[in-house]
């Protein structure tokens, strides 16, 4: 009959179909779980040629038109010789450039485009942290005594004083017409119009900072007046002034899910018994954190690898064509403060401390619960800040050395400073005495 021919037509075509419907079903599965290798830009992660596939954001600045411009090239072609591209960053990220504080170290050698703040905070960009759309923090943080002495002394040296024979004020110099002045060259250079804070500290303290530091005790008639010179030094913001968006209960209840999402801290310390800090290497930390997170880790190595050639290259270059290095000072003022210099007393450093107390307080938010916070800071009587809960995240970012490191350079700050920082011990004249 015709329904069992019928019948028969469509059995044999189910065998004809069904081995091919069942490769192409397993094709399509395999390219479904492959994909789960691929990151946001759709790069195999686990292809052993995908660095040669990835394109990196180009982003290239002309200046004589004022114009930013963003292309797609490889990354050999980018670190390439004669490469003006750079990486930006800028759609998300802010950096503060906290003064005295290794900014302008972070500054020249980061090497990747954001939103520099300096040198004051900025309530346009604090709101943009809060709502959006900058949702990533960069912070650099040095011992708030440390940074201090070092604002007070950098003032000290590049405010013209009467009687200076530098020149006054900046100049253009050179074939491209440079401007430079006090803050670049402070040995050719001084800064005019801050007559009052210059003669407050020749006159006042002395052009000492240990002077101002006894003045801010808290049983020091002086105190009043002391701390309204405090805050008229350049430099002088605290940390707790730069984050009070992140502090202060009134400004942190405006931050929404589209606001600051991630704080990353470059701690400037150099622990006891080190030659050095670990600055530098938190930048390169810095470097590789931001673009792995843009490109993927081996991406990252091997930008991170490519630049590294391509400094090397221009070095070998400066030195077979005798290029002198050009000396800046990074707003250093150690160039120009020998070991002769007076140093803070016991009494003004405990006195300094306990006026900064509340940046320590803020340094030990930033270590949040961890385990080196309960056991080696429980000696130093310092209750934490009660700030936004991204001040924790302040050193989990990076490797696991990295985060280690990160949180020993905040530990150091906060020990070497302890026996001041307990104010149950009494007052800064007692602790003095008794030792």
């Known amino acids: 009959s015709l329904s069992r021919q019928r019948m028969t037509l469509y059995v044999w075509l189910t065998i004809a179909l069904l081995p091919p419907l069942l490769l192409n079903f397993n094709s399509l599965l395999k390219l479904t779980q492959d994909s789960s290798t691929e990151d946001h830009d759709g790069i195999d992660m686990d292809h052993p040629s995908f660095i040669d596939r990835v394109l990196l954001k180009c982003t290239t600045f002309d200046r004589e038109t004022k114009t930013t411009s963003v292309t797609n090239v490889t990354p050999d072609d980018f670190y390439a010789e004669g490469s003006k591209c750079g990486h930006s960053f800028k759609e998300d990220t802010v ?33 943009q942290l ?96 002391a701390e309204q010179d405090f805050g008229n030094i350049h430099h002088s913001t605290t940390l707790t002034q730069w984050l009070d968006f992140l502090i202060d209960p009134r400004l942190v209840k405006n931050i929404t899910n589209d606001g600051i999402q991630k704080f990353l801290v470059l701690p400037v310390e150099k622990r006891s018994g080190a030659n050095e800090t670990l600055f530098e290497k938190h930048i390169e930390n810095l470097q590789r954190h931001l673009l792995k997170n843009r490109y993927g880790v081996d991406a990252s190595d091997k930008m991170m690898q490519l630049a590294q050639e391509k400094k090397v290259k221009k070095e070998e270059e400066e030195r077979r064509l005798n290029k002198p290095k050009r000396e800046t000072h990074l707003h250093s003022s150690s160039k120009f403060h020998n070991s002769t210099k007076p140093m803070l007393t016991k009494l003004g450093e405990c006195c300094l401390a306990r006026y900064l107390i509340d940046d320590y307080r803020l340094i030990q938010s930033m270590l949040g619960g961890g385990k080196a916070s309960n056991i080696d800071l429980a000696i130093v009587g310092l209750d934490p800040l009660d700030a936004h809960p991204v001040i924790q995240k302040a050193c989990t970012w990076g490797n696991e050395q990295h985060k280690q490191e990160c949180r020993g350079d905040l530990i150091s700050m906060l020990m070497r400073r302890a026996k001041y920082l307990d104010e149950s011990k009494g007052s800064c004249s007692a602790i003095v005495s008794a030792e």
């Open 130 to 225: 809060q709502s959006g759309p900058f949702r990533t923090l960069i912070f650099n943080v040095r011992d708030p005594v440390d940074r201090f002495i070092s604002a007070f002394n950098w003032r000290s040296i590049i405010l013209c004083h009467p009687n200076d024979e530098r020149h006054r004020g900046k100049k253009k110099i050179g074939k491209g017409k440079r401007t430079v002045g006090g803050t670049k060259r402070p040995d050719e250079f001084c800064k005019e119009r801050y007559e009052e804070e210059e003669i407050m500290l020749r006159e006042t303290y002395e052009s000492n900072p240990n002077v101002l530091a006894e003045a801010l005790c808290h049983d020091s008639p002086l105190r009043p007046r």
């Open 95 to 127: 950096a503060f450039h906290v003064g005295k504080g290794g900014g302008g170290t972070l500054m020249k050698h980061l090497g990747i485009g954001v939103n520099w703040v300096h040198p004051l905070p900025k309530s346009s960009i604090n709101e």
